[in-house]
C-alpha cells in the first residue's frame, strides 16, 4: 500500500506540490524508496513538472493499482504515516536516552515542544475586524481597475461591471449546438485585444480547428472565403491584429476525460515559464468533459470538480472560463434558466459567474440572440439580458450595431 500512495503522489502535480511543501516525503520511506524518490526528484527539478503514469511505471518498475486511491485519501494517509514514524523514533530516542543515562532533558523538552507544534493543527493568521480599511479599499480598487477582462461585448460587460474578473469562474449554459464554443471563442478573442496571456484548453475541438475559428474571428471570414485563394488577405488581417493587440496565449487539445484540475496547473505552469508571461485567464471548452474525481456519486464528483477549478482560480487569481451543456428542457425553452443546467446544480452554486446564452427560430432568422446573468456573486446585475448580434459563419457575437 506504501508503494501505492507513493506512486500516486508522485504522479499527481498538485498533491506532489503540497506534499513536498508541507511535510517533504523522505522521513517515511524504506532504503530502496529514498533511492527512488531521489531519482524522481532529480527527474522533476530537472524536468518542472511531475512524472506522467508512463515515465512512474518505468521507474517503479511494475504497474501498480491505483485506481481507488484519490488525492485526499492519498494525502491524509501519507501523513498519516510521517506522523506516527516521526514520534515512533522520536519516543525510542528518549527512551534509550533514558536508559543508558545520556538523555539531555532540556534539549528532550526542547524537542517535545517543536513535536507538539509540527503535529497539531495551526491556527490560522487571520486579520482583525476593523483593521486594513485602505488595504481592502486598495484592492477592490484594483479589482475594477486591473484585474477586469473585457468580454469584447460592450454591454455584457456593463453588465458584468466591467468584464470577466481574475479569481473568479464562469460558466456559460446552453444547449448542444447553440453557441457555447463561439462564445468562448469571442472571449478568447476580446482578451487578446487587452494584451492579455489566455490559456486555451479543449477537450472537443482539436488545436487546429480552434485556431482556424478563432482567425477566422480575427479577420471576419466565413468557412468559405477562409481559403489559401484569400491568402494575402488573411496574412495581412491577422498580421494587423497581433502587431496591435499583442496578446499571447496556447491553444492545447487533450481527448475527452483524460485531464483534471491537477493537469491544468502543471500545465499552466510550464507554459507560463515557455512565454515568460503570467496567464490572465484560462478557457476550457468544456466542463463536462473534465475528468472526474474518483467516487460513484456523480453530484459529489461534479461538485469537486467546480469547487477545484474555482479554488485554482482564487489561489492563482486568474478567470477561467468554461461551458455546460442544458438538460433536455433546456432545448426548446425561450429562455435557458438555472432550471436548465445539466446534470448537478452544484455548477451554478460554486461558480461566481453564470450566464446563459437563448436564441429563438425568430431570433436565429435575424441574427440575434440573448445573454442572460443568472449569477454574478461579486458585482449584482441578476436577470439582466442583453441582446446581441450573432453571426455563426465568422463565429461573431457582438453587440447590436457592431459591424463584424
Same mark, same amino acid.
Given at each position: 500500500?506504501? *508503494?501505492?500512495?507513493? %506512486?500516486?503522489?508522485? $504522479? *499527481?502535480? $498538485? /498533491? @506532489?506540490t503540497a506534499f513536498v511543501k508541507s511535510v517533504g516525503i523522505v522521513e517515511c520511506l524504506n532504503k530502496n524508496q529514498k533511492q527512488l524518490y531521489k531519482k524522481i526528484t532529480v527527474f522533476i527539478d530537472d524536468n518542472k513538472r511531475c512524472l506522467t503514469e508512463q515515465e512512474a511505471v518505468t521507474l517503479f518498475e511494475k504497474k501498480l493499482d491505483v485506481g481507488s486511491l484519490n488525492t485526499e485519501f492519498a494525502f491524509d494517509m501519507v501523513l498519516d504515516e510521517i506522523r506516527k514514524e516521526k514520534l515512533r523514533f522520536w519516543i525510542l530516542d528518549v527512551a534509550e536516552g533514558i536508559e543508558s543515562n545520556t538523555i539531555d532533558y532540556e534539549k #528532550? %523538552?526542547?524537542? /517535545? !515542544? #517543536?513535536?507538539?507544534?509540527k503535529l497539531e493543527v495551526h491556527i490560522p493568521k487571520g486579520k482583525v475586524i476593523g483593521e486594513g480599511q485602505e488595504e481592502i479599499l486598495d484592492m477592490e480598487s484594483a479589482k475594477v481597475k486591473i484585474d477586469v477582462l473585457k468580454t469584447g461585448i460592450t454591454a455584457l460587460d456593463i453588465a458584468l461591471f466591467g468584464g470577466c474578473h481574475k479569481g473568479e469562474l464562469g460558466f456559460l449554459i446552453a444547449p448542444p449546438g447553440r453557441g457555447k464554443s463561439t462564445f468562448l471563442i469571442n472571449l478568447v478573442y476580446g482578451f487578446l485585444q487587452q494584451r492579455k496571456t489566455v490559456?486555451? /484548453?479543449?477537450?472537443?475541438?482539436?488545436t487546429e480547428a480552434i485556431l482556424s475559428r478563432l482567425y477566422r474571428r480575427i479577420v471576419g471570414m466565413n468557412r468559405s472565403e477562409f481559403t489559401s485563394e484569400h491568402k494575402v488577405e488573411v496574412l495581412k488581417g491577422l498580421g494587423n491584429f497581433f502587431r496591435y493587440a499583442k496578446g499571447h496565449g496556447i491553444i492545447h487539445y487533450v481527448p475527452v476525460n483524460s485531464f483534471s484540475v491537477g493537469d491544468i496547473k502543471s500545465w499552466v505552469t510550464a507554459w507560463e515559464?515557455?512565454?515568460? /508571461?503570467? !496567464? *490572465?485567464?484560462?478557457?476550457? *471548452? @468544456?466542463? +463536462? =468533459?473534465l475528468r472526474k474525481p474518483y467516487g460513484d456519486d456523480n453530484r459529489l464528483k461534479l461538485r469537486a470538480l467546480v469547487d477545484s477549478l474555482r479554488d485554482y482560480a482564487v489561489e492563482k487569481d486568474i478567470f477561467i472560463g468554461t461551458a455546460t451543456q442544458s438538460n433536455r428542457h433546456g432545448l426548446n425553452a425561450p429562455l435557458v434558466t438555472e432550471e436548465h443546467v445539466g446534470e448537478a446544480f452544484s455548477k451554478i452554486e460554486s461558480a461566481d459567474v453564470v450566464l446563459s446564452l437563448s436564441q429563438d427560430k425568430?431570433? =436565429? +432568422?435575424v441574427g440575434k440572440a440573448r445573454i442572460s446573468v443568472l449569477k454574478n456573486r461579486e458585482y449584482g446585475g441578476v436577470g439582466q439580458h442583453i441582446d446581441v448580434k450573432t453571426d455563426w459563419d465568422r463565429l461573431a457575437i457582438t453587440d447590436i450595431g457592431d459591424n463584424v
Open positions: 500500500m506504501r *508503494d501505492e500512495i507513493l %506512486y500516486k503522489v508522485l $504522479t *499527481d502535480q $498538485t /498533491l @506532489y #528532550t %523538552y526542547k524537542e /517535545l !515542544a #517543536t513535536m507538539k507544534e490559456f486555451v /484548453l479543449s477537450n472537443e475541438l482539436r515559464n515557455k512565454l515568460g /508571461l503570467r !496567464a *490572465d485567464a484560462v478557457i476550457i *471548452d @468544456y466542463f +463536462d =468533459r425568430k431570433e =436565429r +432568422d
